[in-house]
């Protein structure tokens, strides 16, 4: 990114989405036909039954299971990338966290499609969902499946958030350009301009969109945890060998970042060269997540010794031979692919010529991605096929139209993330140009008194236009120190020294977010404990209410209202319902220049522009 202006990062950002080409369109007709096809696939096995597949005694869970959890390990990275990376302050991140964010949505879109498939019985899928019916029949909250819903639907709910509200400010960006291109009632204008939620980039918006954003990447990180930590259980929590294992909850997760961050790759590399983004997502940030695979396939790696040391020191005879069986048996081609696969091929980027190469970085992406899912399968199929029974061992063979559907999978997630690189912002745009603001604006004295916010307001007043955010800063010090105290900036990034010097007060925000956690820490607890006493039924061995596995829906709980109610408190107190942008507004400020609004008494008017011209302002407008 050196050298490159507000304006280029900009530019390029929003250049990617252009009217799409022919081969674009093509690539799209393909996708829905794979789609089309898969569907159609669907509804013959709607229509045959599930005889069509290869499931049988005692073979139950296999392929469907495995897309299911190969689909939300891929939704991993997404977080990972964007709220952890976020927090831990990598800027490295900035340019490939949108993309991943993307990722997160339509992976597990595509994941919740796997457990209806599975089922069957389409149309009996509503059963596990908690809600008051005339039969009193209500789910169990003591069974991992129930927590996989749940868990599943806050994921999927928090990750949507998340990625919208991080598409504010560039949505503003892209409905200015369209309206300066295309008019202000061209249906493209429009539509972003509504989607935009009247954006105008003042700095009380920033000030509560900052703090939101902060408390988003805040819940979201243990969140990113317990999803895949709670479909690790569909199997730990039962006895059969090579799935009644404790390592499985951090096993899976470590899977599924190393999973994801491969995706990232491989969405990633031909994407950049496609929309010509090469001056913003350079080889550094690739090099950046190769890196991290490496990590994750050394967790993954130990992952995998454990397991062996697991079963030969506890002295159980029915898990060493299982293990035994998986290593030299007939599955061991499985077995010994993802080790290559997941383990010793991530450690090549150890090698710098390796990682900083796309083909590499690519091809390995690629590997890694097929260990990955053969991982999932060979988890889950082989503790059902060789159990302890000798005479219940079975066999499984996936037939056309596990494979036609799981084809399907990968088009259906390809669809979405093509639409999505030609019709919403790849990169964030405010990210990139905060790391401009950074080099221009330097440390500076508060302000003596608190400055308040001088927008949408009747009274005298002076707008001066920066190119600059240093000078803006300046010109809020000067005009401090002069006595003024009713500002307001409009900028295309958050400011925060600027927001320092003013000394703003803290968003009120954070307030809503805590309350809805603690609803939601409430609420969790009551649907648990009110739907056990419906029936009063002692599952397990355990009462009927019995808290401690009622903590995994009042964790859920916990952090799906409290991302709700910290979107509300962002929508009221940015007043993002508007739907009329600041009379003050200039379609600019989402671009490349800094707007300073100061509210001053009719006296004041006559100096304020003197003051503001030692600043160098491109411009000066007085509002009387």
Same mark, same amino acid.
């Not at 900009?10 to 799209?28: E, F, G, S």
């Not at 105008?200 to 895949?228: D, E, I, K, M, N």
């Not at 010793?344 to 991605?369: A, G, M, Q």
């Given at each position: 990114?050196?050298?490159?202006?507000?304006? &280029?990062?900009? &530019?390029?950002?929003?250049?990617?989405?252009?009217?799409?080409?022919?081969?674009?369109?093509?690539?799209?007709?393909?996708?829905?036909? *794979?789609?089309?096809?898969?569907?159609?696939?669907?509804?013959?096995?709607?229509?045959?039954?599930?005889?069509?597949?290869?499931?049988?005694?005692?073979? =139950?869970?296999?392929?469907?299971?495995?897309?299911?959890?190969?689909?939300?390990?891929?939704?991993?990275?997404?977080?990972?990338?964007?709220?952890?990376?976020?927090?831990?302050?990598?800027?490295?991140?900035?340019?490939?966290? /949108?993309?991943?964010?993307?990722?997160?949505?339509?992976?597990?879109?595509?994941?919740?499609?796997?457990?209806?498939?599975?089922?069957?019985?389409?149309?009996?899928?509503?059963? *596990?969902?908690?809600?008051?019916?005339?039969?009193?029949?209500?789910?169990?909250?003591?069974?991992?499946?129930?927590?996989?819903?749940?868990?599943?639907?806050?994921?999927?709910?928090?990750?949507?958030? #998340?990625?919208?509200?991080?598409?504010?400010?560039?949505?503003?960006?892209?409905?200015?350009?369209?309206?300066?291109?295309?008019?202000?009632?061209?249906?493209?204008?429009?539509?972003?301009?509504?989607?935009?939620?009247?954006?105008?980039?003042?700095?009380?918006?920033?000030?509560?969109?900052?703090?939101?954003?902060?408390?988003?990447?805040? %819940?979201?990180?243990?969140?990113?945890?317990?999803?895949?930590?709670?479909?690790?259980?569909?199997?730990?929590?039962?006895? %059969?060998?090579?799935?009644?294992?404790?390592?499985?909850?951090?096993?899976?997760?470590?899977?599924?970042?190393?999973?994801? $961050?491969?995706?990232?790759?491989?969405?990633? *590399?031909?994407?950049?060269?496609?929309?010509?983004?090469?001056?913003?997502?350079?080889?550094?940030?690739?090099?950046?997540?190769?890196?991290?695979?490496? $990590?994750?396939?050394?967790?993954?790696?130990?992952?995998?010794?454990?397991?062996?040391?697991?079963?030969?020191?506890?002295?159980?005879?029915?898990?060493?031979?299982?293990?035994?069986? /998986?290593?030299?048996?007939?599955?061991?081609?499985?077995?010994?692919?993802?080790?290559?696969?997941?383990?010793?091929?991530?450690?090549?980027?150890?090698?710098?010529?390796?990682?900083?190469?796309?083909?590499?970085?690519?091809?390995?992406?690629?590997?890694?991605?097929?260990?990955?899912?053969?991982?999932?399968?060979? *988890?889950?199929?082989?503790?059902?096929?060789?159990?302890?029974?000798?005479?219940?061992?079975?066999?499984?063979?996936?037939?056309?139209?596990?494979?036609?559907?799981?084809?399907?999978?990968?088009?259906?997630?390809?669809?979405? #993330?093509?639409?999505?690189?030609?019709?919403?912002?790849?990169?964030?745009?405010?990210?990139?140009?905060?790391?401009?603001?950074?080099?221009?604006?330097?440390?500076?004295?508060?302000?003596?008194?608190?400055?308040?916010?001088?927008?949408?307001?009747?009274?005298?007043?002076?707008?001066?236009?920066?190119?600059?955010?240093?000078?803006?800063?300046?010109?809020?010090? =000067?005009?401090?120190?002069?006595?003024?105290?009713?500002?307001?900036?409009?900028?295309?990034?958050?400011?925060?020294?600027?927001?320092?010097?003013?000394?703003?007060?803290?968003?009120?925000?954070?307030?809503?977010?805590?309350?809805?956690?603690?609803?939601?820490?409430?609420?969790?607890?009551?649907?648990?404990?009110?739907?056990?006493?419906?029936?009063?039924?002692?599952?397990?061995?355990?009462?009927?209410?019995? $808290?401690?596995?009622?903590?995994?829906?009042?964790?859920?709980?916990?952090?799906?209202?409290?991302?709700?109610?910290?979107?509300?408190?962002?929508?009221?107190?940015?007043?993002?319902?508007?739907?009329?942008?600041?009379?003050?507004?200039?379609? /600019?400020?989402?671009?490349?220049?800094?707007?300073?609004?100061?509210?001053?008494?009719?006296?004041?008017?006559?100096?304020?522009?003197?003051?503001?011209?030692?600043?160098?302002?491109?411009?000066?407008?007085?509002?009387?």
């Amino acid at each position: 990114m050196e050298g490159l202006s507000y304006g &280029d990062i900009n &530019d390029d950002v929003l250049n990617a989405m252009r009217k799409p080409r022919r081969p674009y369109l093509i690539a799209v007709l393909v996708l829905a036909g *794979i789609v089309g096809y898969a569907a159609l696939v669907w509804v013959y096995q709607l229509q045959q039954g599930m005889g069509v597949t290869g499931l049988n005694r005692p073979v =139950g869970w296999a392929v469907y299971i495995t897309n299911f959890v190969f689909w939300v390990g891929i939704a991993h990275s997404g977080t990972l990338i964007s709220a952890i990376l976020y927090l831990l302050r990598a800027h490295w991140r900035d340019p490939v966290s /949108r993309s991943s964010e993307a990722m997160t949505i339509f992976a597990v879109m595509t994941a919740g499609l796997f457990p209806m498939i599975h089922l069957g019985r389409l149309w009996a899928f509503y059963y *596990i969902i908690p809600y008051p019916s005339q039969r009193q029949i209500w789910p169990n909250f003591y069974s991992p499946l129930v927590w996989d819903v749940c868990a599943v639907s806050t994921y999927f709910t928090v990750s949507l958030i #998340f990625w919208g509200v991080g598409l504010i400010p560039d949505l503003a960006a892209a409905r200015d350009r369209y309206a300066q291109t295309l008019g202000p009632d061209h249906i493209r204008t429009r539509i972003y301009g509504i989607l935009a939620l009247g954006w105008a980039g003042q700095g009380s918006q920033w000030l509560h969109y900052g703090r939101s954003y902060l408390y988003f990447a805040a %819940l979201a990180t243990p969140l990113v945890v317990s999803v895949h930590s709670v479909v690790s259980w569909d199997f730990a929590t039962s006895l %059969l060998p090579g799935w009644h294992s404790t390592i499985f909850p951090p096993y899976f997760v470590a899977g599924a970042i190393h999973s994801g $961050l491969a995706m990232v790759l491989t969405l990633l *590399i031909p994407m950049r060269k496609l929309l010509h983004l090469e001056r913003l997502i350079t080889l550094h940030h690739f090099e950046m997540i190769a890196k991290t695979l490496i $990590l994750t396939a050394t967790i993954v790696g130990y992952a995998y010794a454990m397991e062996a040391f697991i079963a030969w020191y506890s002295g159980d005879r029915f898990e060493w031979q299982f293990y035994r069986w /998986r290593m030299t048996g007939s599955p061991s081609w499985m077995y010994w692919m993802t080790v290559t696969f997941n383990v010793l091929v991530p450690w090549l980027f150890l090698f710098k010529k390796i990682r900083t190469s796309y083909v590499f970085l690519f091809c390995f992406s690629l590997l890694i991605n097929v260990g990955m899912w053969f991982e999932r399968l060979f *988890i889950i199929f082989t503790s059902l096929v060789h159990d302890f029974l000798p005479q219940n061992w079975g066999s499984y063979q996936p037939t056309w139209v596990e494979l036609s559907i799981t084809l399907g999978a990968f088009g259906f997630f390809s669809l979405w #993330f093509f639409g999505f690189s030609k019709f919403l912002p790849t990169i964030p745009l405010s990210e990139l140009k905060t790391r401009l603001v950074e080099r221009e604006t330097s440390a500076t004295d508060c302000c003596q008194v608190r400055i308040g916010e001088g927008a949408d307001t009747p009274h005298p007043s002076v707008m001066a236009i920066f190119s600059n955010a240093g000078r803006v800063l300046e010109a809020v010090k =000067g005009a401090c120190d002069a006595g003024y105290r009713d500002m307001e900036t409009f900028s295309p990034v958050k400011l925060e020294e600027v927001e320092r010097v003013m000394r703003r007060p803290k968003s009120p925000v954070r307030f809503w977010t805590l309350a809805g956690a603690l609803a939601g820490l409430a609420g969790g607890f009551w649907l648990a404990i009110g739907t056990a006493q419906v029936n009063n039924l002692i599952v397990g061995g355990k009462p009927s209410v019995s $808290l401690i596995p009622f903590c995994v829906i009042a964790f859920e709980g916990t952090i799906l209202l409290g991302c709700l109610a910290n979107l509300l408190g962002l929508v009221l107190h940015a007043r993002l319902y508007r739907r009329t942008l600041s009379p003050f507004y200039d379609p /600019r400020f989402s671009r490349d220049r800094f707007g300073l609004l100061i509210r001053c008494t009719p006296v004041q008017l006559e100096l304020l522009p003197g003051l503001l011209e030692n600043y160098s302002p491109e411009e000066m407008h007085v509002h009387q």
